[in-house]
Structure formats: C-alpha cells, structure tokens
Nanobody
Framework: QVQLIESGGRLVQAGGSLRLSCATS????????LGWFRQGPGKEREFVAS????????YYHDSVKGRFTISRDNAKRTVNLHIRHTISAGTAVYSC?????????????????WGPGTQVTVPT
C-alpha cells in the first residue's frame, strides 16, 4: 500500500559526504513517521535515524549523531538522510521504513513498510 524507494547510495571515500533520499507514496503525509536503517555485511539491520510525522521529534543512533541529518520534504513526500564524515563502518544497505503512526521510533518492529534499500560503500 505504501511504496518506498531509496536512492543516492554510492561509493564514497572515508570523510566524504552524500545524501540519500527515499521517495514515498504516503498520501496523508504527517501521519507516518519515517526512518533510516542500515545493514552491513553479515550484520543485523540496525537503527540509524527516525523522524516523526509532524517533524517534532528526531532520534539518532549514537554512532551517527552529529554526522547524519534526517529530514522530511513535505512537498516532495520524501525523507532524506544527509551523511557527513563517512567512515568504513558506514558501509551498508540503507533502507527507508515507514511507520503506521506519527511517532518516531528506534525500534525496527515499529515499522511496517520498507523500501529495497540503497548501497553505500566506504572503502577502508
């Protein structure tokens, strides 16, 4: 019912920056919280960032706080992730989930809809 597709993933050198974007088909925009998760090779999918439907609350994983910025574009119906000062641990498939509710959450099970992900590679 809700479609999400991520874009912007690429190879980026350590210390570099990039922007990820997630296009959504969410119609009632402010009723869905959105987030970003990532899954590195051989690892479980982990929380990166989340933003509430009304842009009133934002969560970040401690490892990315200060370097990553999550935002919503209400006109374009997208959720974006600005990544700065990348490190090799950031190599992962980054996925954009949507929660059926406005409250942001760090919990993976709190999201219902998921995109296919976009690959970010930071060589060592």
């Amino acid at each position: 019912q809700v479609q999400l597709i991520e874009s912007g993933g690429r190879l980026v050198q350590a210390g570099g920056s990039l922007r990820l974007s997630c296009a959504t088909s969410v119609r009632v925009w402010d009723t869905y919280a959105l987030g970003w998760f990532r899954q590195g090779p051989g690892k479980e999918r982990e929380f990166v960032a989340s933003i509430s439907g009304g842009d009133t609350n934002v969560y970040y994983h401690d490892s990315v706080k200060g370097r990553f910025t999550i935002s919503r574009d209400n006109a374009k119906r997208t959720v974006n992730l600005h990544i700065r000062h990348t490190i090799s641990a950031g190599t992962a498939v980054y996925s954009c989930p949507a929660r059926r509710g406005p409250g942001a959450t760090r919990v993976k099970s709190g999201y219902i809809y998921w995109g296919p992900g976009t690959q970010v590679t930071v060589p060592t």
